[in-house]
């Protein structure tokens, strides 16, 4: 699994660290079955234009950012919802719900991803 740092350029505020999910079968099962979002974590689902919390037991944020990391939209989605589809969005980053308005994350900001290197433990990635 590769990870990345989720940082909003305009604020300088460190998102998440998340999970990049980027084939069918990761953008298929996304965050199916996880009994929470942690605080700090995320998931980035490329290409996406829009995302669903059916099946889920938790409310996420939705940014959906166009090719160039702009923010276009931020949903929040609680259990069972379909989001938008939004036109122009490349990716989806999916974080614990209340975080953009915690960050003052809004739409125009610029959003950047950092790929961190792979940790060879036992529990996963650590930083």
Known sequence: ???????????GMVLARARLANTFARRLVGLLGQPKLPSGEGLVLVPARGVHTL????SIDALHLDAGGRLLLVSTLP???VGPVVPGCRWVVELPA?????????????????????FRGRLGYQP
């Open 1 to 11: 699994m590769t990870w990345c740092e989720v940082t909003n350029q305009t604020s």
């Open 55 to 58: 099946g889920m037991r938790f």
């Open 79 to 81: 259990p069972g919802r």
């Open 98 to 118: 209340g975080t953009a308005a915690a960050t003052g994350t809004v739409p125009g900001h610029q959003v950047k991803l950092a790929y961190l290197p792979p």
